[in-house]
């Protein structure tokens, strides 16, 4: 099939772009590369040896999204395209509701002026908001603390409301968990810009010197170790449950969580990392984060009874593919 991957050359994208490569799908990405560089197309290329289609636009300009799919024979759309930082969310609503919502509403609007039914979100697990962990698909959604999660609440409900009014079309609307790790090459990976908010890329940039050590959230919460549980998954084990999402699409809407259904605590993943690369992480435990939970991880019973999927990649393999990508990723500004 011929995918549009909106976002193809973030993080999770551009993973997702080489899976679909190696499973014989072709790919056009759009984005504006307001997150992620030019060069990770390249990348992709060197990686599978495939042709790439690339298209620098904003997925927000429905002329620029008419013009793609107008010249295109697009099969399907996976839609990443989005900003993801939850603080900033909080700082500038608007641009994140804009960004996020309007995005899915122009590809939605595509998809039907040019009969493309077949769908696959970016949702978040972010959505469950404090829940009973394990969290299950048929759990109702709790309120998120930040604009973000309820960009990603919205986008479901608007998909799922174009599902029950159009029955041909198919959406999977895919709860990630916590995407960590990079591709084997050690050439793309997860880089973000300035200080990082979340964990893995912390501690990679601790291990690099970049940073001096890891502060801790609060070892404080109901948990085994005190510090909070997530349930982190390989984002190549990530890439291919997209693979299987497009594969097992049918009409509807259908939500499924991508995790691995396992919980790891921050100490614990410290010391995965330290026993896995051989460096030491030194760390000092602060005051909890606001907004943070105690625990999130997934039941993903659902996606391997319908997708036939399961994460197959363990904690100590997604510390050593992260640190591998570090070593070699220039910043920059270094
Ligand atoms: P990323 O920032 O690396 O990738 C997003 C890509 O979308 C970037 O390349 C960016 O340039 C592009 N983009 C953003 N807005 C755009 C627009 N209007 N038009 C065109 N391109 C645009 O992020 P990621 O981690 O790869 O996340 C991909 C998707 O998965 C996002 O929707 C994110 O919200 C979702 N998600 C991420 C995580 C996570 O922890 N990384 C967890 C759950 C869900
Ligand atoms: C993991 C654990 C922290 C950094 C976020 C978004 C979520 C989703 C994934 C998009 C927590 C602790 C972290 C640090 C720490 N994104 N921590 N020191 O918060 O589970 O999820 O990314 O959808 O929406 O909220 O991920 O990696 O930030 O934190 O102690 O410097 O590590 O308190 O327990 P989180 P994270």
Redesign the pocket.
Known sequence: MNILV??????????TCIALLEAGHSVII???????RRE?IEKIIEITDKEVTFFE?????EQAVDVIFNNNKIDGVI??????AVGESVDIPLTYYY??I??TMVLAKACQKYDVNQFV??????VYGENKVPFIETMDLLPTTNP?GE??AMSERILTDLAKANPEFSVAL??????VGAHESGLIG???NGLPN?LMPYVTQVAKGRLKKLHVFGNDYPTLDGTGIRDYIH?LDLAEGHVAALDNLKEGAHVYNLGTGKGTSVLELVKAFEDSNGIDIPYEIVDRRPGDIASCYADASKAKRELGWTAKRDVITMCRDAWRFEKIYKDLDE
């Open positions: 909106t976002g193809g050359a973030g993080y999770i994208g551009s993973h759009a984005d504006n590369l307001c997150n992620s990770t636009i904003d997925v927000t300009d839609h990443f395209a989005g900003l993801k960004n996020n309007v995005s979100f970016s949702s978040s697990a972010t973000y960009t990603k895919l709860r990630y968990f916590n995407p997860e880089a973000p979340n984002v």
